[in-house]
């Protein structure tokens, strides 16, 4: 069963650090695109990394840049999503998706077949 299992949100103060985690199961993570997601109250879900089979990654959120990166343990089938210099606008629920190709080709919710429940990060003072 083809399975997505986020972990590691939390509350941070402003400024701080978290390290999300999306865990796979039923498939090797290492075939397939895998990209971060977030969605914050009365917002629209969006894309915000994404990681390619060949460890490429693409940032489709200016926001994050210089913040946020994205990395990859095939051994452990895991990505992870490394948050720095945290701000309060960060808050969101948080969410990892496998693509549908091998390549990070696109920031749509379409271009993604298989959903985690996703995990929440709350930057606070």
């Known amino acids: 069963q083809t399975q997505l299992v986020e972990s590691g949100g939390g509350l941070v103060q402003p400024g701080g650090s978290l390290r999300l985690s999306c865990a796979a199961a039923g498939f090797a993570l290492r075939t397939y695109a895998i990209g971060w997601f977030r969605q914050a109250p009365g917002k629209e879900r969006e894309a915000v990394l994404c990681?390619?089979?060949?460890?490429?990654?693409?940032n489709y959120a200016d926001s994050v840049k210089g913040r946020f990166t994205i990395s990859r343990d095939n051994d452990k089938n895991t990505v992870y999503l490394q948050m720095n210099s945290l701000k309060p606008e960060d808050t969101a629920f948080y969410y990892c998706?496998?693509?549908?190709?091998?390549?990070?080709?696109?920031?749509?919710?379409?271009?993604?077949?298989?959903w985690g429940q996703g995990t929440q990060v709350t930057v606070s003072s």
């Open positions: 998706a496998r693509g549908r190709s091998t390549y990070c080709t696109t920031k749509t919710e379409a271009g993604y077949s298989y």
């Open positions: 990681i390619s089979s060949n460890t490429g990654t693409v």
